[in-house]
């Protein structure tokens, strides 16, 4: 229950920032007010709920825009979407390599992904309390910290974000890519 639980907040808050906001406090360990109907932004008129009118400007989630990005500058999303069993393995493999190549440079332009440890592959490492947000742990684990073992993946850090910002409106807020209409 709690795995399926815990994907759908991952999913909510990585596609809508209000939900993401509201997530924070509980994980800091705030615990949030009960809201009444009022409070919740609810009114109660002729029997029907309506919400109020809430007069902030939209904000297209912050998905939207990388995978907006990722198809404007790589065609990722036509490539994923598109059925691959007409082309044979030298036409998949020819346009892999240059949706990859763009990919990496959207990824690097907006995030710098950098390794997360420095020490090579294969390397034995001992973990410390501190370190252990930051890996994760496989194989016969027992006991307590500190812990050693192989590093068998060096792990990818951002260290920036720096996404575009999005000037839409709430029509267009879900738009990955217009639609193209070449007028005669």
Not at 142 to 162: D, F, I, M, V
Request: glycine letters at 4%; one cysteine or more.
């Amino acid at each position: 229950m709690r795995f399926f639980t815990a994907l759908k907040v991952f999913f909510a808050v990585l596609f809508n920032r209000e939900k993401a906001e509201r997530v924070v406090p509980l994980l800091e360990g705030n615990v949030l007010p009960v809201l009444t109907h009022e409070q919740a932004g609810k009114e109660r008129e002729d029997g029907k709920e309506q919400k109020k009118s809430v007069s902030r400007p939209f904000q297209q989630s912050e998905a939207i825009v990388l995978l907006a990005a990722l198809q404007r500058e790589a065609r990722l999303i036509d490539f994923l979407k598109e059925n691959l069993d007409s082309y044979d393995d030298a036409q998949v493999g020819a346009a892999a390599r240059s949706v990859h190549d763009q990919c990496a440079t959207v990824l690097e332009r907006f995030f710098d992904i950098q390794p997360l440890r420095i020490e090579n592959e294969q390397s034995i490492l001992e973990i410390s309390v501190p370190e252990i947000a930051s890996v994760q742990l496989t194989g016969n684990i027992s006991g307590n910290p500190p812990y050693r073992g192989q590093l068998t993946h060096h792990g990818w850090k951002a260290t920036k974000c720096e996404l575009p910002k999005w000037s839409g409106t709430e029509q267009s807020a879900f738009v990955l890519a217009p639609a193209e209409i070449e007028i005669e």
